[in-house]
């Protein structure tokens, strides 16, 4: 009862200063509402399990190339060996992501994201079907693989039909029959965006012989009671054991790799993640400075009313309650305003970093409203409990004697309040550090050459379904008759394609061998990233000749067997020589001579996997003499390009009525994706560290103002003996600025320990970067002289006959 009487006195004195109320709730709506937003950003990616059984059980498998510090997918044999050898798996699940087959007969053709999975998938993962049933291990041989399982939003897309089980769907211009729809939130471990599962299907020939093609994912489900070391061994015995049966076929260092599913989920985002929420922790205590600032300013008002309360009795802990009482009614009122504001950041943060953010999407659920619930009761102890002790202490009879001035305890208020001027002077100069650091790194990131003409490209993926283009006459048929017809359109300038666009999805790299260069089976040679590409795709691209031709009409099926090679490919195998007319090999005849592929040309190098990316060297090869069925396609617009997407469409609606296209896009997107995590992080922390600065200038603005105010009688007095104008704002400005200053040392000093924090978020740039430091500092002060300027104007201004018949 006595809580619910505070409260409601509280409330009482709170709606007779409706200024001072609607600020403190502005200002701790604002804290309370980033850190809101920034930990359900934290919860979905970091603290909400992945929708998977005992997900602490369950591990990723790779092979592990520690001197080229490479993590690889595992090739089928081996994928067959651990599954037999490997004792502490209770089980073992080999997933081939993207699988993109092309939906017809439910309307428009759609192109879907789709996984190719063993038997065993959804068993390892533990996920049982919402409708119907998962794949079932003997479904997983060739022959019996059209069974698929779809995911909710593919079910919902279709029309939610619960009967759909036991339907056909056409994959591929393939029948295909639905077993299962997953529940809702449940996604694939390597692909966030997989809408359909079926069965993986390899032939046996797969799994015979020695060392293939690394290009499955394999997850295992620990048994209970093995740990992750034990597996760890037993894995690195199962290595040794393959290449004591193999000799030669793997490199010495070569062994086998289990990392926990979620540290390889969320491992590359965490970093950033945990800044951010360290960014909003600071701006929460920068607006708890301010409102502690504000109640005690308050206090120092309410030196009568205390007193007469301690004459009548009051007891020294009836007045913290009650002062603390006002306090959290602020923090709740800020906390109900936060999550509105945080609501709105959430939606925002959905949309421009959905593709940014593994794991599931971020929400304002009831996880989120707890946290947000008992962050506003600590805040609201937090900032009022040092200004109800400090009001809450008073001298009764100087109390009355100098009630009139309402002064109360001023010395220590005074103290307490610089000091927390000081401290959010700090914490905003370290955030300013952070913020500028990285968009520092952002800017020298944004200026990498990617090595192309990224403006006015559209691009997109055409794949054709084995079913209905079954040769390569087919395929190249259908492809060049696209091509044309798209170079043909109006403001088109040129259209070309390659088996993988630089920053697209997916990859292709493999060894091969240098003619005249010795080749030792199992050790590191050399490697490049292998592309299929048409004759127009460099111009189109706007990729350099450096010297001999590009690829052209003349290489195709049945002609000379030739490639293009990078710079980079120059620079590391052909320093010294001229690479025109030098053979390389990426494969071997039944007989196992190398298959020899001749230069013809020189292009400059690309960059493929991000601006970021390994710069690995990259061979081109002419698409039409192995005509895959999948192209992404570049289309150089003269204008903008996505206004060319509905003549394209039509382009290929004539030539295949059944053929969507997918992944439509331009290639500055694209360029911008890839890069995604560290533009959003930059732009918040930017943001945050903006707001801290505002805050701590009108923190630096209320005491100064304070000060002034309760000095009036002072500066009338000095000017009344002869002080100049220029004296008061000197006297004024100098003790403001005394405060920013220490504050900013005092930041320089954190900013110079934290900043180490972000190193791993750093391009180009060191933590220490002197020239951010000094600019930053700068910054601040210049801000910090402002708000002082503004109360010392008012001090100047004062007229002595006024302030002391005011006295």
């Not at 309370?32 to 990616?45: C, E, K, L, M, P």
């Not at 070569?254 to 970093?271: C, F, K, N, S, Y």
Request: glycine fraction near 10%; charged fraction near 20%.
């Amino acid at each position: 009862m006595s809580l619910l009487r505070d409260l409601r006195y509280a409330g009482r004195r709170l709606r007779r200063t409706p200024a001072f109320t609607a600020l403190v709730v502005a200002t701790l709506a604002l804290g309370i509402g980033a850190n809101t937003a920034i930990f359900s950003v934290v919860d979905a990616v970091l603290l909400r399990p992945l929708p998977y059984r005992d997900v602490d059980r369950l591990v990723a498998v790779r092979h592990s190339y520690p001197s080229q510090e490479l993590l690889a997918p595992v090739d089928a044999a081996g994928f067959a060996r651990y599954r037999d050898e490997a004792r502490s798996f209770g089980g073992l699940t080999a997933v081939r992501a993207r699988w993109e087959p092309n939906l017809t007969g439910q309307g428009e053709p759609e192109r879907l994201v789709g996984a190719r999975v063993s038997g065993r998938f959804f068993e390892v993962l533990g996920v049982p079907a919402a409708l119907g049933r998962t794949l079932l291990p003997d479904e997983d041989a060739p022959g019996r693989h059209q069974a698929v399982v779809l995911g909710d939003g593919l079910w919902r897309r279709l029309g939610a039909d619960r009967g759909i089980v036991g339907r056909t769907i056409l994959l591929d211009g393939e029948p295909h029959e639905v077993v299962g729809v997953m529940p809702p939130g449940f996604r694939d471990p390597g692909l966030r965006d997989t809408e359909l599962w079926r069965p993986l299907a390899l032939p046996p020939e797969e799994f015979a012989g020695g060392r293939g093609q690394e290009w499955l994912d394999l997850v295992a489900r620990l048994r209970p009671g093995v740990g992750i070391e034990a597996a760890r061994a037993e894995l690195a015995a199962v290595a040794r054991r393959a290449r004591a049966d193999e000799p030669g076929a793997w490199p010495p260092d070569w062994t086998i790799a289990a990392t926990p599913l979620v540290e390889q989920t969320t491992g590359a985002i965490r970093p950033a993640v945990l800044v951010l929420l360290g960014a909003v922790g600071f701006v929460l205590l920068i607006a708890c400075a301010n409102v502690a600032n504000l109640l005690l300013a308050r206090g120092a008002g309410r030196g009568r009313e205390v007193a007469v309360r301690v004459a009548l009795g009051a007891r020294r802990a009836d007045l913290v309650r009650q002062l603390l009482a006002e306090s959290v009614l602020l923090a709740l009122a800020g906390g109900v305003f936060g999550v509105a504001l945080a609501w709105a950041g959430v939606r925002a943060l959905g949309t421009l970093a959905a593709a940014s953010l593994p794991g599931g999407t971020p929400g304002i659920d009831a996880r989120i409203l707890g946290f947000a619930l008992l962050l506003s009761l600590v805040v609201g102890i937090a900032f009022g409990l040092v200004p109800a002790l400090q009001t809450s202490r008073v001298d009764l009879q100087e109390a009355l004697k100098e009630g009139a001035r309402g002064a109360v305890g001023a010395r220590a208020t005074h103290a307490i309040r610089r000091g927390l001027v000081v401290g959010e002077v700090a914490l905003a100069l370290v955030l300013l550090t952070g913020a500028g650091l990285l968009l520092k790194s952002f800017a020298r990131l944004q200026a990498i050459d990617p090595g192309f003409d990224t403006g006015r490209l559209l691009t997109f993926t055409i794949a054709l379904p084995a079913s209905r283009y079954e040769t390569e006459a087919q395929r190249v048929a259908f492809f060049d008759r696209v091509l044309g017809d798209v170079a043909a359109l109006p403001g088109v300038r040129a259209a070309g394609a390659v088996s993988i666009l630089p920053f697209g999805p997916g990859g292709s790299t493999n060894s091969y061998r240098v003619e005249g260069r010795p080749f030792v089976r199992g050790q590191p040679g050399p490697w490049g990233d292998f592309r299929h590409a048409t004759p127009g795709y460099f111009r189109t691209l706007g990729i350099p000749l450096v010297k001999g031709r590009l690829l052209d009409e003349r290489d195709r099926a049945g002609a000379p067997l030739v490639a293009v090679v990078d710079e980079e490919t120059v620079r590391r195998w052909f320093p010294r020589e001229e690479p025109v007319g030098r053979r390389i090999a990426f494969d071997v005849d039944s007989a196992g001579n190398p298959v020899w592929v001749e230069i013809v040309g020189v292009v400059g190098h690309v960059k493929t996997d991000g601006l970021l990316g390994e710069d690995r060297i990259q061979l081109y090869l002419p698409w039409a003499q192995t005509a895959r069925p999948t192209l992404q396609v570049a289309v150089r617009a003269a204008g903008d390009p996505l206004a060319l997407v509905p003549a394209v469409r039509a382009v290929v609606r004539r030539v295949d009525a059944d053929q969507p296209l997918s992944r439509v896009s331009t290639m500055e997107s694209m360029v911008g994706d890839s890069v995604g995590q560290r533009r959003l992080a930059a732009t918040l922390l930017a943001g945050f560290a903006a707001l801290a600065m505002l805050m701590a200038c009108i923190g630096i603005y209320g005491v100064m103002s304070q000060l002034v105010a309760e000095r009036t009688r002072e500066i009338g007095v000095r000017v009344a003996l002869g002080a100049r104008r220029a004296d008061v704002l000197r006297l004024v400005v100098g003790q403001g600025m005394t405060l920013a200053l220490a504050g900013v040392a005092l930041g320089l000093l954190g900013a110079f320990a934290l900043t180490r924090l972000i190193r791993s978020q750093l391009y180009a740039v060191e933590p220490t970067d002197p020239a951010t430091y000094v600019l930053v500092a700068a910054l601040l002060a210049a801000v910090a002289l402002a708000a002082t300027l503004v109360p010392a104007l008012r001090a100047s201004r004062v007229d002595p006959a006024v302030a002391l018949r005011a006295e």
